[in-house]
Protein backbone atom coordinates (compact mmCIF):
# COMPACT_ATOMS: atom_id res chain seq x y z
CA UNK A 1 0.00 0.00 0.00
CA UNK A 2 1.17 3.37 -0.97
CA UNK A 3 1.57 6.24 1.06
CA UNK A 4 -1.01 8.72 -0.14
CA UNK A 5 -1.10 12.93 0.72
CA UNK A 6 -4.08 14.37 2.73
CA UNK A 7 -3.29 17.66 3.05
CA UNK A 8 -6.09 19.36 1.63
CA UNK A 9 -9.95 20.04 3.65
CA UNK A 10 -7.98 18.51 6.88
CA UNK A 11 -10.00 18.53 10.06
CA UNK A 12 -8.87 17.32 13.38
CA UNK A 13 -10.37 17.36 16.92
CA UNK A 14 -7.81 16.26 19.59
CA UNK A 15 -9.64 15.53 23.51
CA UNK A 16 -7.79 15.41 26.71
CA UNK A 17 -8.63 13.98 30.15
CA UNK A 18 -6.07 15.14 32.58
CA UNK A 19 -5.83 13.66 36.02
CA UNK A 20 -2.70 15.03 37.87
CA UNK A 21 -1.27 14.30 41.30
CA UNK A 22 1.03 16.73 42.95
CA UNK A 23 3.27 17.01 45.98
CA UNK A 24 4.37 20.05 47.98
CA UNK A 25 6.43 20.42 50.46
CA UNK A 26 8.66 23.27 51.81
CA UNK A 27 12.66 22.53 51.94
CA UNK A 28 14.21 21.58 54.86
CA UNK A 29 15.39 24.61 56.44
CA UNK A 30 14.47 27.24 54.23
CA UNK A 31 10.50 29.05 54.82
CA UNK A 32 10.82 30.93 51.34
CA UNK A 33 11.56 28.18 48.92
CA UNK A 34 8.66 25.56 48.14
CA UNK A 35 9.59 22.56 45.80
CA UNK A 36 6.50 20.39 44.00
CA UNK A 37 6.60 17.16 42.05
CA UNK A 38 3.80 15.35 40.34
CA UNK A 39 2.25 12.97 38.09
CA UNK A 40 0.04 13.50 35.06
CA UNK A 41 -1.70 10.84 33.83
CA UNK A 42 -3.69 11.85 30.70
CA UNK A 43 -6.37 10.11 28.43
CA UNK A 44 -6.11 11.29 24.14
CA UNK A 45 -8.78 10.77 21.38
CA UNK A 46 -8.38 12.08 18.24
CA UNK A 47 -10.46 12.31 15.25
CA UNK A 48 -9.19 13.43 11.88
CA UNK A 49 -11.13 13.65 8.27
CA UNK A 50 -9.63 14.24 5.37
CA UNK A 51 -10.19 14.85 1.53
CA UNK A 52 -7.70 14.40 -1.34
CA UNK A 53 -7.83 14.13 -5.00
CA UNK A 54 -6.26 10.96 -4.54
CA UNK A 55 -7.66 8.95 -1.94
CA UNK A 56 -10.91 10.76 -1.56
CA UNK A 57 -12.73 10.97 1.93
CA UNK A 58 -10.48 9.73 4.47
CA UNK A 59 -11.29 9.67 8.12
CA UNK A 60 -9.35 8.29 10.99
CA UNK A 61 -10.04 7.51 14.95
CA UNK A 62 -7.87 6.98 17.86
CA UNK A 63 -7.21 6.96 21.56
CA UNK A 64 -4.31 5.78 24.01
CA UNK A 65 -3.42 6.70 27.43
CA UNK A 66 0.31 8.40 28.58
CA UNK A 67 2.11 9.09 31.71
CA UNK A 68 4.27 12.10 32.65
CA UNK A 69 5.74 14.45 35.22
CA UNK A 70 5.86 17.94 35.74
CA UNK A 71 7.98 19.67 38.86
CA UNK A 72 8.14 23.48 40.01
CA UNK A 73 10.12 25.63 42.36
CA UNK A 74 8.19 29.00 43.97
CA UNK A 75 10.77 31.36 46.00
CA UNK A 76 9.70 33.88 47.69
CA UNK A 77 12.54 37.03 47.12
CA UNK A 78 10.41 39.31 50.20
CA UNK A 79 6.72 40.11 51.73
CA UNK A 80 6.12 41.88 47.76
CA UNK A 81 7.87 39.23 45.33
CA UNK A 82 7.66 35.70 44.24
CA UNK A 83 9.92 33.94 41.59
CA UNK A 84 8.21 31.05 40.02
CA UNK A 85 9.97 27.51 37.92
CA UNK A 86 7.97 25.01 36.21
CA UNK A 87 8.46 22.15 34.20
CA UNK A 88 6.30 19.65 32.45
CA UNK A 89 7.65 16.69 30.60
CA UNK A 90 6.63 14.97 27.30
CA UNK A 91 4.06 12.65 27.12
CA UNK A 92 4.04 9.70 24.05
CA UNK A 93 0.74 8.46 22.93
CA UNK A 94 0.06 5.50 20.47
CA UNK A 95 -3.09 6.21 19.21
CA UNK A 96 -4.98 2.83 18.51
CA UNK A 97 -8.20 2.48 15.67
CA UNK A 98 -9.24 2.47 12.64
CA UNK A 99 -8.75 4.64 9.33
CA UNK A 100 -11.50 4.41 6.53
CA UNK A 101 -9.74 5.18 3.56
CA UNK A 102 -12.21 3.48 0.45
CA UNK A 103 -12.48 0.53 3.03
CA UNK A 104 -11.62 0.21 7.03
CA UNK A 105 -9.12 -0.92 8.60
CA UNK A 106 -7.16 -0.96 12.24
CA UNK A 107 -4.37 1.41 12.53
CA UNK A 108 -2.10 3.22 14.81
CA UNK A 109 -0.69 6.95 14.83
CA UNK A 110 2.30 7.38 17.33
CA UNK A 111 1.83 11.43 19.05
CA UNK A 112 4.10 12.93 21.55
CA UNK A 113 2.87 15.94 23.54
CA UNK A 114 5.53 18.68 24.04
CA UNK A 115 7.27 19.26 27.00
CA UNK A 116 6.83 22.93 28.58
CA UNK A 117 9.25 25.26 30.71
CA UNK A 118 8.10 28.26 32.47
CA UNK A 119 9.74 31.42 34.50
CA UNK A 120 6.99 33.52 36.40
CA UNK A 121 7.19 36.51 38.36
CA UNK A 122 4.80 38.36 40.87
CA UNK A 123 5.68 41.35 41.90
CA UNK A 124 3.45 43.99 44.62
CA UNK A 125 3.67 46.86 43.62
CA UNK A 126 1.82 48.77 46.15
CA UNK A 127 -1.62 47.87 47.90
CA UNK A 128 -3.32 47.73 45.21
CA UNK A 129 -1.61 47.54 42.00
CA UNK A 130 0.27 43.74 41.62
CA UNK A 131 2.76 43.03 38.23
CA UNK A 132 2.98 39.37 36.83
CA UNK A 133 5.26 37.72 34.38
CA UNK A 134 6.09 34.94 32.75
CA UNK A 135 7.74 33.15 29.92
CA UNK A 136 7.55 30.10 28.39
CA UNK A 137 9.42 27.97 26.26
CA UNK A 138 7.28 25.40 24.47
CA UNK A 139 9.41 21.90 22.72
CA UNK A 140 7.10 21.46 19.77
CA UNK A 141 10.07 20.20 17.80
CA UNK A 142 8.94 16.69 18.59
CA UNK A 143 6.20 17.24 16.15
CA UNK A 144 8.02 16.15 12.75
CA UNK A 145 5.09 14.24 11.15
CA UNK A 146 1.27 13.14 11.05
CA UNK A 147 1.41 9.37 10.24
CA UNK A 148 -1.04 6.87 10.57
CA UNK A 149 0.08 3.28 10.28
CA UNK A 150 -1.76 0.48 9.07
CA UNK A 151 -2.11 -3.03 11.40
CA UNK A 152 0.86 -4.36 8.96
CA UNK A 153 3.14 -0.71 10.02
CA UNK A 154 3.00 0.37 6.47
CA UNK A 155 2.18 4.54 6.53
CA UNK A 156 -1.15 5.12 4.68
CA UNK A 157 -0.95 8.95 5.75
CA UNK A 158 1.95 10.86 6.13
CA UNK A 159 1.82 14.43 6.04
CA UNK A 160 5.46 16.43 7.45
CA UNK A 161 4.77 19.08 10.15
CA UNK A 162 8.61 19.79 11.16
CA UNK A 163 7.16 22.25 13.71
CA UNK A 164 9.78 24.48 16.08
CA UNK A 165 9.92 25.55 19.69
CA UNK A 166 8.19 28.23 20.46
CA UNK A 167 8.63 31.20 22.87
CA UNK A 168 5.48 32.85 24.80
CA UNK A 169 5.51 36.02 26.95
CA UNK A 170 2.99 37.58 29.15
CA UNK A 171 2.86 40.53 31.37
CA UNK A 172 -0.06 41.56 33.31
CA UNK A 173 -1.78 43.73 35.69
CA UNK A 174 -4.08 43.06 38.96
CA UNK A 175 -6.01 46.23 40.58
CA UNK A 176 -7.33 45.52 43.56
CA UNK A 177 -10.40 48.20 43.42
CA UNK A 178 -12.10 47.13 46.78
CA UNK A 179 -11.80 44.20 48.39
CA UNK A 180 -14.53 42.51 46.81
CA UNK A 181 -13.28 43.62 43.16
CA UNK A 182 -9.85 43.00 41.39
CA UNK A 183 -9.35 44.69 37.66
CA UNK A 184 -7.36 42.36 35.32
CA UNK A 185 -5.23 43.39 32.57
CA UNK A 186 -2.56 41.38 30.16
CA UNK A 187 -0.61 41.33 27.00
CA UNK A 188 1.30 38.59 25.35
CA UNK A 189 3.32 37.77 22.82
CA UNK A 190 2.85 33.93 21.07
CA UNK A 191 5.21 32.58 18.54
CA UNK A 192 4.42 29.85 16.10
CA UNK A 193 5.12 26.60 15.65
CA UNK A 194 4.90 27.07 11.75
CA UNK A 195 8.54 27.31 10.61
CA UNK A 196 7.83 29.38 7.56
CA UNK A 197 5.42 29.51 5.00
CA UNK A 198 6.13 26.24 2.65
CA UNK A 199 5.56 23.87 5.73
CA UNK A 200 2.29 26.12 6.36
CA UNK A 201 -0.88 23.95 5.61
CA UNK A 202 -4.41 24.86 5.21
CA UNK A 203 -4.89 22.66 8.41
CA UNK A 204 -3.12 24.79 10.87
CA UNK A 205 -2.37 28.42 9.15
CA UNK A 206 -0.69 29.84 12.44
CA UNK A 207 1.35 32.52 12.57
CA UNK A 208 2.88 34.70 15.51
CA UNK A 209 0.15 36.48 17.71
CA UNK A 210 -0.30 39.15 20.23
CA UNK A 211 -2.98 39.03 22.75
CA UNK A 212 -4.81 41.97 24.65
CA UNK A 213 -7.23 41.42 27.42
CA UNK A 214 -9.11 42.56 30.49
CA UNK A 215 -10.92 41.01 32.89
CA UNK A 216 -12.71 41.37 36.26
CA UNK A 217 -13.11 39.07 39.59
CA UNK A 218 -15.58 39.84 41.96
CA UNK A 219 -15.92 37.72 45.10
CA UNK A 220 -19.67 37.33 46.01
CA UNK A 221 -19.21 36.00 49.33
CA UNK A 222 -15.97 33.91 50.88
CA UNK A 223 -16.19 30.92 49.18
CA UNK A 224 -17.76 32.12 45.72
CA UNK A 225 -15.52 34.39 42.94
CA UNK A 226 -16.97 35.08 39.46
CA UNK A 227 -14.36 35.56 37.37
CA UNK A 228 -15.20 37.80 33.57
CA UNK A 229 -12.82 38.52 30.54
CA UNK A 230 -12.44 39.40 27.01
CA UNK A 231 -9.06 38.43 24.31
CA UNK A 232 -8.64 40.00 21.44
CA UNK A 233 -5.86 38.08 19.10
CA UNK A 234 -4.45 39.99 16.59
CA UNK A 235 -2.38 37.85 13.95
CA UNK A 236 0.32 38.58 11.77
CA UNK A 237 -0.65 37.41 7.94
CA UNK A 238 0.43 34.36 7.34
CA UNK A 239 1.67 33.45 4.06
CA UNK A 240 1.31 29.99 2.39
CA UNK A 241 3.41 27.89 -0.39
CA UNK A 242 2.46 24.92 -0.35
CA UNK A 243 2.52 21.66 -2.51
CA UNK A 244 0.61 18.27 -1.55
CA UNK A 245 -0.77 15.68 -3.31
CA UNK A 246 0.81 17.41 -7.22
CA UNK A 247 -1.66 20.87 -5.91
CA UNK A 248 -0.26 23.68 -5.07
CA UNK A 249 -1.53 26.06 -2.36
CA UNK A 250 0.09 29.54 -3.05
CA UNK A 251 -2.16 32.50 -1.07
CA UNK A 252 -2.47 34.60 2.57
CA UNK A 253 -4.44 33.58 5.72
CA UNK A 254 -5.74 36.87 7.54
CA UNK A 255 -6.82 35.44 10.79
CA UNK A 256 -8.16 37.18 14.46
CA UNK A 257 -10.07 36.35 17.05
CA UNK A 258 -12.12 37.60 19.76
CA UNK A 259 -12.99 35.37 23.13
CA UNK A 260 -15.28 36.14 26.59
CA UNK A 261 -15.03 33.83 29.30
CA UNK A 262 -17.18 33.66 32.42
CA UNK A 263 -16.56 31.28 35.50
CA UNK A 264 -18.16 30.62 38.77
CA UNK A 265 -15.82 29.35 41.57
CA UNK A 266 -16.93 28.12 44.72
CA UNK A 267 -14.97 26.59 47.70
CA UNK A 268 -16.81 23.75 49.71
Known amino acids: MTTTPLDLNLQQALQELTVRVDALEKSAGND???????????????????????????????????WGWNAGALFKVDDTTRIGLTYRSRID???SGTITLGATMPATADLTTPDSASLALFKRLSS????????TWTGWSCFHKLEVDSSSGTPVVLIPEN????????????????????????????????????????????????????????RMSPGTNVDVGYAHLFMRDAGI????????????????????????????
Open 93 to 95: YRL
Open 128 to 135: RWDLLADM
Open 163 to 218: WKDTMQYSLGLDYQASDRLVWRFALSYDETTVPDAQQRTPRIPDQNRTMVAVGARY
Open 32 to 66: RLSIGVGVDWQRMKADLTSYSPLAGEVSMSGDDTG
Open 241 to 268: RHTEAAVALVGTYSDSADVLGVQLNHRF
